[in-house]
Protein backbone atom coordinates (compact mmCIF):
# COMPACT_ATOMS: atom_id res chain seq x y z
CA UNK A 1 0.00 0.00 0.00
CA UNK A 2 1.76 3.23 -1.02
CA UNK A 3 2.19 5.96 1.85
CA UNK A 4 0.20 8.84 1.39
CA UNK A 5 1.75 11.19 4.36
CA UNK A 6 2.52 14.31 2.73
CA UNK A 7 6.20 14.97 2.50
CA UNK A 8 7.24 18.03 4.29
CA UNK A 9 7.96 19.98 1.45
CA UNK A 10 4.67 19.10 -0.06
CA UNK A 11 2.83 19.89 3.17
CA UNK A 12 4.82 22.83 3.67
CA UNK A 13 3.86 24.53 -0.20
CA UNK A 14 -0.05 23.13 0.24
CA UNK A 15 -0.05 24.88 3.53
CA UNK A 16 1.63 27.97 2.02
CA UNK A 17 -0.37 28.33 -0.91
CA UNK A 18 -4.07 27.75 0.74
CA UNK A 19 -2.97 30.34 3.38
CA UNK A 20 -3.04 32.66 0.20
CA UNK A 21 -5.92 31.97 -1.30
CA UNK A 22 -7.91 31.79 2.06
CA UNK A 23 -5.86 35.18 3.26
CA UNK A 24 -6.48 36.74 0.19
CA UNK A 25 -10.25 35.66 -0.14
CA UNK A 26 -10.51 36.62 3.60
CA UNK A 27 -9.40 39.77 3.21
CA UNK A 28 -11.13 40.19 -0.28
CA UNK A 29 -14.86 39.36 1.17
CA UNK A 30 -13.91 42.34 4.53
CA UNK A 31 -13.14 45.04 2.36
CA UNK A 32 -16.00 44.39 0.51
CA UNK A 33 -18.28 43.81 3.49
CA UNK A 34 -16.77 46.87 4.90
CA UNK A 35 -17.65 49.09 1.49
CA UNK A 36 -21.14 47.54 1.94
CA UNK A 37 -21.29 47.86 6.09
CA UNK A 38 -20.54 52.07 5.40
CA UNK A 39 -23.13 52.27 2.92
CA UNK A 40 -25.67 50.84 5.76
CA UNK A 41 -24.45 52.67 8.48
CA UNK A 42 -25.23 55.43 6.41
CA UNK A 43 -28.79 54.69 6.00
CA UNK A 44 -29.63 52.70 8.56
CA UNK A 45 -30.10 53.86 12.65
CA UNK A 46 -29.59 53.04 15.18
CA UNK A 47 -32.89 51.18 16.19
CA UNK A 48 -32.42 48.97 12.78
CA UNK A 49 -29.25 47.44 13.48
CA UNK A 50 -30.93 46.67 17.12
CA UNK A 51 -34.04 45.34 15.80
CA UNK A 52 -31.59 43.46 13.32
CA UNK A 53 -29.55 42.02 16.25
CA UNK A 54 -32.20 41.18 18.97
CA UNK A 55 -32.34 37.59 17.72
CA UNK A 56 -27.93 36.70 17.19
CA UNK A 57 -27.74 34.62 19.78
CA UNK A 58 -30.64 31.98 18.66
CA UNK A 59 -29.66 32.38 14.88
CA UNK A 60 -25.73 31.62 15.72
CA UNK A 61 -27.27 28.98 17.70
CA UNK A 62 -28.92 27.59 14.99
CA UNK A 63 -26.30 27.68 12.61
CA UNK A 64 -24.05 25.73 14.62
CA UNK A 65 -26.48 23.32 15.80
CA UNK A 66 -27.67 22.44 12.61
CA UNK A 67 -23.40 22.02 11.86
CA UNK A 68 -23.36 19.83 15.02
CA UNK A 69 -19.22 19.52 14.68
CA UNK A 70 -19.39 17.66 11.69
CA UNK A 71 -17.39 19.46 9.27
CA UNK A 72 -14.91 19.71 11.50
CA UNK A 73 -15.16 16.09 12.29
CA UNK A 74 -14.93 14.87 8.54
CA UNK A 75 -11.32 17.39 8.09
CA UNK A 76 -10.66 15.48 11.01
CA UNK A 77 -11.01 12.21 9.48
CA UNK A 78 -8.33 10.71 7.99
CA UNK A 79 -10.02 8.28 5.18
CA UNK A 80 -13.49 9.90 4.33
CA UNK A 81 -15.81 7.88 2.06
CA UNK A 82 -18.63 8.85 -0.15
CA UNK A 83 -21.03 7.00 2.96
CA UNK A 84 -19.55 9.70 5.05
CA UNK A 85 -19.91 12.80 3.38
CA UNK A 86 -23.44 11.39 2.46
CA UNK A 87 -24.40 10.34 6.04
CA UNK A 88 -23.13 14.33 7.24
CA UNK A 89 -25.32 15.53 4.31
CA UNK A 90 -28.56 14.24 5.07
CA UNK A 91 -27.96 14.91 9.27
CA UNK A 92 -27.24 18.12 8.84
CA UNK A 93 -30.08 18.92 6.58
CA UNK A 94 -32.76 17.33 8.82
CA UNK A 95 -31.63 19.16 11.82
CA UNK A 96 -31.78 22.13 9.66
CA UNK A 97 -35.07 21.97 8.59
CA UNK A 98 -35.97 20.34 11.94
CA UNK A 99 -34.72 23.94 13.89
CA UNK A 100 -36.72 26.25 11.04
CA UNK A 101 -39.60 25.11 11.96
CA UNK A 102 -39.22 25.16 15.66
CA UNK A 103 -38.40 28.65 15.36
CA UNK A 104 -41.32 29.59 12.35
CA UNK A 105 -43.34 28.46 14.87
CA UNK A 106 -42.22 29.96 18.19
CA UNK A 107 -41.36 33.29 16.74
CA UNK A 108 -44.33 34.93 18.16
CA UNK A 109 -43.46 33.60 21.89
CA UNK A 110 -40.09 35.24 21.16
CA UNK A 111 -41.47 38.16 20.17
CA UNK A 112 -43.97 38.51 22.86
CA UNK A 113 -40.54 38.20 24.96
CA UNK A 114 -38.79 41.29 23.59
CA UNK A 115 -41.94 43.46 23.06
CA UNK A 116 -41.42 43.66 19.65
CA UNK A 117 -44.18 42.37 17.25
CA UNK A 118 -42.42 42.97 13.98
CA UNK A 119 -39.41 40.22 15.13
CA UNK A 120 -42.51 37.75 13.85
CA UNK A 121 -42.13 37.82 10.49
CA UNK A 122 -38.42 39.48 10.65
CA UNK A 123 -37.05 36.00 12.63
CA UNK A 124 -38.95 33.64 9.89
CA UNK A 125 -37.01 35.00 6.91
CA UNK A 126 -33.61 35.62 8.74
CA UNK A 127 -33.55 31.45 10.00
CA UNK A 128 -33.79 30.83 6.34
CA UNK A 129 -30.26 31.21 6.37
CA UNK A 130 -29.66 28.25 8.82
CA UNK A 131 -31.70 26.16 6.30
CA UNK A 132 -29.40 27.40 3.28
CA UNK A 133 -26.60 26.58 5.63
CA UNK A 134 -27.36 22.78 6.47
CA UNK A 135 -27.10 22.01 2.73
CA UNK A 136 -23.38 23.60 2.24
CA UNK A 137 -21.78 21.41 5.53
CA UNK A 138 -20.59 18.64 3.23
CA UNK A 139 -19.14 20.96 0.15
CA UNK A 140 -17.79 23.21 2.44
CA UNK A 141 -15.75 20.56 4.28
CA UNK A 142 -14.47 19.02 1.28
CA UNK A 143 -12.90 21.99 -0.34
CA UNK A 144 -11.18 22.71 2.83
CA UNK A 145 -10.03 19.10 3.58
CA UNK A 146 -8.68 19.31 0.01
CA UNK A 147 -6.68 22.69 0.68
CA UNK A 148 -8.76 24.21 -2.07
CA UNK A 149 -8.85 27.30 -1.01
CA UNK A 150 -9.06 29.12 -4.37
CA UNK A 151 -12.42 27.72 -4.61
CA UNK A 152 -13.81 28.85 -1.19
CA UNK A 153 -12.30 32.63 -1.63
CA UNK A 154 -14.52 32.39 -5.04
CA UNK A 155 -17.13 31.75 -3.05
CA UNK A 156 -16.92 34.13 -0.92
CA UNK A 157 -16.45 36.51 -3.43
CA UNK A 158 -19.42 36.17 -5.68
CA UNK A 159 -21.78 35.55 -1.82
CA UNK A 160 -20.58 39.01 -0.46
CA UNK A 161 -21.16 40.74 -3.99
CA UNK A 162 -24.51 39.71 -4.19
CA UNK A 163 -25.66 39.87 -1.14
CA UNK A 164 -24.52 42.98 -0.34
CA UNK A 165 -25.92 44.88 -3.18
CA UNK A 166 -29.55 43.57 -2.17
CA UNK A 167 -28.93 44.71 1.29
CA UNK A 168 -27.64 48.07 0.16
CA UNK A 169 -30.82 48.13 -2.47
CA UNK A 170 -33.52 47.31 0.00
CA UNK A 171 -32.14 49.55 2.97
CA UNK A 172 -31.65 52.64 0.28
CA UNK A 173 -35.45 51.69 -0.69
CA UNK A 174 -36.93 52.08 2.72
CA UNK A 175 -37.09 48.70 3.74
CA UNK A 176 -34.74 49.43 7.18
CA UNK A 177 -33.25 46.57 8.67
CA UNK A 178 -34.83 44.36 6.00
CA UNK A 179 -31.57 45.28 4.00
CA UNK A 180 -29.66 43.98 6.93
CA UNK A 181 -31.52 40.26 7.46
CA UNK A 182 -31.60 40.23 3.52
CA UNK A 183 -28.12 40.30 2.91
CA UNK A 184 -27.05 37.54 5.57
CA UNK A 185 -29.87 34.99 4.49
CA UNK A 186 -28.89 35.97 0.73
CA UNK A 187 -24.98 35.78 1.50
CA UNK A 188 -25.29 32.06 2.97
CA UNK A 189 -27.54 30.74 0.30
CA UNK A 190 -24.85 31.74 -2.49
CA UNK A 191 -22.32 30.72 -0.95
CA UNK A 192 -23.81 27.72 -0.68
CA UNK A 193 -24.62 27.65 -4.16
CA UNK A 194 -20.82 28.32 -5.37
CA UNK A 195 -19.49 25.84 -3.14
CA UNK A 196 -21.88 23.05 -4.63
CA UNK A 197 -20.69 23.93 -8.01
CA UNK A 198 -17.05 23.94 -7.12
CA UNK A 199 -17.28 20.52 -4.98
CA UNK A 200 -19.17 18.80 -7.90
CA UNK A 201 -20.70 16.48 -4.80
CA UNK A 202 -24.09 15.23 -4.80
CA UNK A 203 -25.56 12.84 -2.65
CA UNK A 204 -27.91 10.14 -3.09
CA UNK A 205 -30.58 8.70 -0.91
CA UNK A 206 -29.50 5.56 -0.35
CA UNK A 207 -27.83 6.63 3.05
CA UNK A 208 -27.08 5.45 6.67
CA UNK A 209 -26.49 7.31 10.32
CA UNK A 210 -23.60 4.90 10.81
CA UNK A 211 -21.25 7.21 9.77
CA UNK A 212 -22.48 10.22 11.78
CA UNK A 213 -22.57 7.91 15.12
CA UNK A 214 -19.06 7.08 14.27
CA UNK A 215 -18.09 10.83 14.36
CA UNK A 216 -20.77 11.86 17.37
CA UNK A 217 -18.12 10.98 20.15
CA UNK A 218 -15.87 13.25 18.60
CA UNK A 219 -18.70 15.98 17.33
CA UNK A 220 -20.98 16.59 19.97
CA UNK A 221 -18.51 17.88 22.26
CA UNK A 222 -17.26 20.12 19.85
CA UNK A 223 -20.75 20.99 19.18
CA UNK A 224 -21.42 21.50 22.75
CA UNK A 225 -18.23 23.80 22.59
CA UNK A 226 -19.47 25.96 19.51
CA UNK A 227 -22.21 26.47 21.12
CA UNK A 228 -21.12 27.88 24.59
CA UNK A 229 -18.76 29.66 22.61
CA UNK A 230 -21.53 31.29 20.42
CA UNK A 231 -23.75 32.27 23.70
CA UNK A 232 -20.58 34.16 25.29
CA UNK A 233 -20.27 35.73 22.18
CA UNK A 234 -23.99 36.73 21.57
CA UNK A 235 -25.78 36.78 24.79
CA UNK A 236 -24.37 40.35 25.17
CA UNK A 237 -26.54 41.89 22.42
CA UNK A 238 -29.69 39.67 23.85
CA UNK A 239 -29.69 41.06 27.40
CA UNK A 240 -28.56 44.28 26.57
CA UNK A 241 -31.58 44.44 24.43
CA UNK A 242 -33.39 43.64 27.56
CA UNK A 243 -32.26 45.74 29.88
CA UNK A 244 -31.48 48.57 27.84
CA UNK A 245 -33.55 49.28 24.32
CA UNK A 246 -32.47 48.86 21.01
CA UNK A 247 -30.23 51.70 20.96
CA UNK A 248 -28.13 50.16 23.38
CA UNK A 249 -28.36 47.28 21.30
CA UNK A 250 -26.74 49.24 17.83
CA UNK A 251 -24.34 50.84 19.42
CA UNK A 252 -22.64 47.97 20.81
CA UNK A 253 -23.54 45.64 17.80
CA UNK A 254 -21.62 48.51 16.04
CA UNK A 255 -18.79 48.77 17.78
CA UNK A 256 -18.32 44.63 17.74
CA UNK A 257 -19.14 44.53 14.28
CA UNK A 258 -16.51 46.68 13.01
CA UNK A 259 -14.00 44.87 15.22
CA UNK A 260 -15.69 41.55 14.03
CA UNK A 261 -14.80 42.48 10.73
CA UNK A 262 -11.25 42.70 11.26
CA UNK A 263 -10.72 39.82 12.87
CA UNK A 264 -12.57 37.46 10.81
CA UNK A 265 -9.93 38.55 8.15
CA UNK A 266 -7.69 36.67 9.86
CA UNK A 267 -9.72 34.01 11.09
CA UNK A 268 -11.13 32.89 8.25
CA UNK A 269 -7.49 32.60 6.20
CA UNK A 270 -6.46 30.41 9.37
CA UNK A 271 -9.73 28.59 9.25
CA UNK A 272 -8.75 27.19 5.70
CA UNK A 273 -5.29 25.71 6.88
CA UNK A 274 -4.46 25.27 10.44
CA UNK A 275 -6.74 22.01 10.84
CA UNK A 276 -6.45 20.39 7.62
CA UNK A 277 -2.50 20.93 7.78
CA UNK A 278 -2.22 20.08 11.25
CA UNK A 279 -4.18 16.73 10.60
CA UNK A 280 -1.67 15.76 7.29
CA UNK A 281 1.77 16.91 9.78
CA UNK A 282 4.05 14.00 11.36
CA UNK A 283 4.15 14.01 15.14
CA UNK A 284 7.41 15.56 15.21
CA UNK A 285 6.02 18.41 12.80
CA UNK A 286 3.66 19.45 14.57
CA UNK A 287 5.14 21.62 17.04
CA UNK A 288 7.32 23.31 13.91
CA UNK A 289 3.53 23.99 12.09
CA UNK A 290 2.48 25.34 15.22
CA UNK A 291 4.80 27.78 16.01
CA UNK A 292 4.93 28.62 12.07
CA UNK A 293 0.96 29.33 12.31
CA UNK A 294 1.18 31.46 15.41
CA UNK A 295 4.06 33.42 14.06
CA UNK A 296 1.72 34.45 11.30
CA UNK A 297 -1.09 35.03 13.49
CA UNK A 298 0.31 37.52 15.69
CA UNK A 299 2.70 39.09 12.47
CA UNK A 300 -0.57 39.96 10.94
CA UNK A 301 -3.22 40.53 13.73
CA UNK A 302 -1.28 42.86 16.08
CA UNK A 303 -0.50 45.79 13.74
CA UNK A 304 -3.98 45.53 11.98
CA UNK A 305 -6.13 45.49 15.04
CA UNK A 306 -4.12 47.59 17.41
CA UNK A 307 -3.90 49.99 14.46
CA UNK A 308 -7.39 49.53 13.40
CA UNK A 309 -8.37 50.72 17.09
CA UNK A 310 -6.10 53.52 17.00
CA UNK A 311 -7.75 55.19 14.02
CA UNK A 312 -11.32 54.76 14.96
CA UNK A 313 -11.73 58.16 16.79
CA UNK A 314 -11.05 59.57 13.30
CA UNK A 315 -12.33 56.50 11.16
CA UNK A 316 -15.71 55.73 12.32
CA UNK A 317 -17.58 58.91 12.15
CA UNK A 318 -16.03 59.82 8.94
CA UNK A 319 -16.96 56.57 7.28
CA UNK A 320 -20.05 55.71 8.77
CA UNK A 321 -21.17 59.57 10.63
CA UNK A 322 -21.33 61.23 13.84
CA UNK A 323 -24.21 59.61 14.87
CA UNK A 324 -21.97 56.05 15.84
CA UNK A 325 -19.03 58.11 17.62
CA UNK A 326 -20.98 56.26 20.67
CA UNK A 327 -19.54 53.17 19.68
CA UNK A 328 -15.85 54.47 19.01
CA UNK A 329 -14.88 53.45 22.86
CA UNK A 330 -16.50 49.83 22.57
CA UNK A 331 -14.56 49.13 19.61
CA UNK A 332 -11.38 50.12 20.88
CA UNK A 333 -11.23 47.83 24.21
CA UNK A 334 -12.59 44.86 21.65
CA UNK A 335 -10.11 45.76 19.66
CA UNK A 336 -7.33 44.41 21.74
CA UNK A 337 -8.77 41.32 22.35
CA UNK A 338 -9.51 40.83 18.43
CA UNK A 339 -5.79 40.90 18.27
CA UNK A 340 -5.30 37.97 20.27
CA UNK A 341 -8.23 36.22 18.72
CA UNK A 342 -6.69 34.33 15.92
CA UNK A 343 -3.70 32.88 18.31
CA UNK A 344 -6.48 31.78 20.77
CA UNK A 345 -8.34 30.28 17.90
CA UNK A 346 -5.09 28.77 16.53
CA UNK A 347 -5.10 26.42 20.33
CA UNK A 348 -8.64 25.57 19.14
CA UNK A 349 -7.19 23.85 16.02
CA UNK A 350 -4.38 22.04 17.84
CA UNK A 351 -6.57 20.67 20.38
CA UNK A 352 -9.20 19.26 17.48
CA UNK A 353 -6.52 18.22 15.60
CA UNK A 354 -5.35 16.00 18.42
CA UNK A 355 -8.17 14.49 18.57
CA UNK A 356 -9.12 16.29 22.20
CA UNK A 357 -13.03 18.00 21.59
CA UNK A 358 -13.33 16.68 24.81
CA UNK A 359 -10.91 19.19 26.59
CA UNK A 360 -11.76 22.12 24.32
CA UNK A 361 -15.36 21.79 25.47
CA UNK A 362 -14.40 22.18 29.18
CA UNK A 363 -12.61 24.87 28.08
CA UNK A 364 -15.24 26.74 26.78
CA UNK A 365 -17.74 25.93 29.27
CA UNK A 366 -15.66 27.37 31.50
CA UNK A 367 -14.80 30.72 29.48
CA UNK A 368 -18.66 31.13 29.08
CA UNK A 369 -19.24 30.82 32.69
CA UNK A 370 -16.89 33.58 33.17
CA UNK A 371 -18.06 35.78 30.45
CA UNK A 372 -21.71 35.51 31.86
CA UNK A 373 -20.80 35.96 35.47
CA UNK A 374 -17.97 39.28 34.10
CA UNK A 375 -21.38 40.44 32.25
CA UNK A 376 -23.71 40.59 35.37
CA UNK A 377 -21.01 42.63 37.92
CA UNK A 378 -20.28 44.91 34.44
CA UNK A 379 -23.89 45.32 33.26
CA UNK A 380 -25.06 48.72 35.45
CA UNK A 381 -21.62 50.33 34.59
CA UNK A 382 -22.11 50.76 30.78
CA UNK A 383 -21.26 49.42 27.58
CA UNK A 384 -17.34 50.16 28.03
CA UNK A 385 -17.33 47.89 31.13
CA UNK A 386 -19.08 45.17 29.14
CA UNK A 387 -16.81 45.68 26.43
CA UNK A 388 -13.68 45.54 29.41
CA UNK A 389 -14.99 42.55 30.91
CA UNK A 390 -15.09 40.74 28.24
CA UNK A 391 -11.60 41.21 27.00
CA UNK A 392 -10.39 40.29 30.59
CA UNK A 393 -12.21 36.90 30.58
CA UNK A 394 -11.20 35.57 27.47
CA UNK A 395 -7.78 36.71 27.65
CA UNK A 396 -7.43 35.34 30.51
CA UNK A 397 -8.48 31.86 28.98
CA UNK A 398 -5.58 32.32 26.00
CA UNK A 399 -3.55 31.30 29.12
CA UNK A 400 -5.63 28.33 30.27
CA UNK A 401 -6.26 27.03 27.00
CA UNK A 402 -2.50 26.99 26.64
CA UNK A 403 -1.92 25.09 29.70
CA UNK A 404 -4.53 22.23 28.67
CA UNK A 405 -2.76 22.01 25.19
CA UNK A 406 0.68 22.23 26.72
CA UNK A 407 -0.50 18.51 27.63
CA UNK A 408 -0.82 17.29 24.02
CA UNK A 409 1.86 19.36 22.11
CA UNK A 410 5.29 20.18 23.23
CA UNK A 411 4.75 23.82 23.39
CA UNK A 412 6.38 26.17 26.13
CA UNK A 413 5.74 29.21 27.34
CA UNK A 414 9.57 30.63 26.54
CA UNK A 415 8.81 29.57 22.64
CA UNK A 416 4.84 31.42 22.49
CA UNK A 417 6.81 34.25 24.79
CA UNK A 418 9.16 34.31 21.51
CA UNK A 419 7.13 34.17 18.71
CA UNK A 420 4.72 36.71 20.01
CA UNK A 421 6.77 39.51 21.81
CA UNK A 422 8.81 40.73 18.04
CA UNK A 423 6.19 41.65 16.59
CA UNK A 424 3.95 43.24 20.01
CA UNK A 425 6.68 45.59 20.34
CA UNK A 426 7.02 46.46 17.05
CA UNK A 427 3.20 47.36 16.76
CA UNK A 428 2.94 49.32 20.10
CA UNK A 429 6.00 51.35 19.89
CA UNK A 430 4.94 51.99 16.00
CA UNK A 431 1.77 52.82 16.87
CA UNK A 432 2.95 55.10 19.63
CA UNK A 433 5.25 57.10 17.55
CA UNK A 434 3.04 57.48 15.54
CA UNK A 435 0.36 58.58 18.38
CA UNK A 436 3.09 61.34 18.55
CA UNK A 437 3.84 62.29 14.79
CA UNK A 438 -0.13 62.74 14.77
CA UNK A 439 -0.73 65.08 17.52
CA UNK A 440 0.65 67.67 16.00
CA UNK A 441 -2.05 67.87 13.17
CA UNK A 442 -5.26 69.09 13.35
CA UNK A 443 -6.82 68.03 9.68
CA UNK A 444 -8.91 64.72 10.22
CA UNK A 445 -7.52 63.36 6.69
CA UNK A 446 -4.00 64.10 7.88
CA UNK A 447 -4.03 62.22 11.11
CA UNK A 448 -5.39 59.17 9.68
CA UNK A 449 -2.68 58.80 7.08
CA UNK A 450 -0.21 59.61 9.22
CA UNK A 451 -1.71 56.85 11.65
CA UNK A 452 -1.92 54.34 9.07
CA UNK A 453 1.48 54.73 7.44
CA UNK A 454 3.85 56.08 9.45
CA UNK A 455 2.66 52.55 11.71
CA UNK A 456 3.24 50.54 8.80
CA UNK A 457 6.39 52.22 7.61
CA UNK A 458 7.83 51.84 11.37
CA UNK A 459 6.32 48.25 11.75
CA UNK A 460 7.59 46.91 8.98
CA UNK A 461 11.46 49.27 8.99
CA UNK A 462 11.80 47.76 12.46
CA UNK A 463 11.03 43.96 11.41
CA UNK A 464 13.34 44.49 8.39
CA UNK A 465 15.88 45.33 10.03
CA UNK A 466 15.49 42.70 13.10
CA UNK A 467 16.10 40.29 10.25
CA UNK A 468 12.45 38.79 10.68
CA UNK A 469 11.91 35.61 9.06
CA UNK A 470 8.31 35.89 8.68
CA UNK A 471 8.41 39.31 6.68
CA UNK A 472 11.27 37.57 4.73
CA UNK A 473 8.93 34.82 3.90
CA UNK A 474 5.60 36.81 3.19
CA UNK A 475 7.29 39.41 0.86
CA UNK A 476 9.35 36.40 -0.87
CA UNK A 477 5.86 34.58 -1.64
CA UNK A 478 3.95 37.64 -2.66
CA UNK A 479 6.87 38.85 -5.14
CA UNK A 480 6.55 34.71 -6.21
CA UNK A 481 2.84 34.81 -6.96
CA UNK A 482 1.56 37.89 -7.89
CA UNK A 483 4.93 40.44 -9.33
Given amino acids: MPDTTPKPENLKKKAADGLFWSGLGSVTQQVLNLMFGVFLARILSEDDYGMANLLAVFIALSYLIQEGGFRVALINRKNVTYDDYNSVFWTSFLIGLSLYLIFFFSMPLLAGFLNEPDLIPLGRFQFLGVLA ?13 ELKNKCLAKSSFVAVVVSGTLGVTLAYNGFAYWGI ?135 IPLVIGDKWIPSV ?70 VVIHIVTRRFINVTVIQVVKNITPYLLAAVCSIGAAWWVSSFLSNVYAIIAVKILVTAALYVGSLYVSGSVMLRESIGYIKEHIF
Fill in 181 to 315: AAQSVCYVTVNMICMWFYSGWRPSFKFSFKPVLEMLPFSIKLLISNIFTSIGDNLFTFIIGKSYNKYQVGIYAQGSKWTTLGQQTIHTALEGVAQPVMVKAADNEKVLVFNKLMRFCVFVSFPCMLVFGFVSPEL
Fill in 133 to 145: ASISIVPSGMLTK
Fill in 329 to 398: AVLQILCIWAAFYSTYHLYNKELLSCGQSGALMWITISRCVAQIVALIFTLSRGLEAVAVGYVLVNLLFL
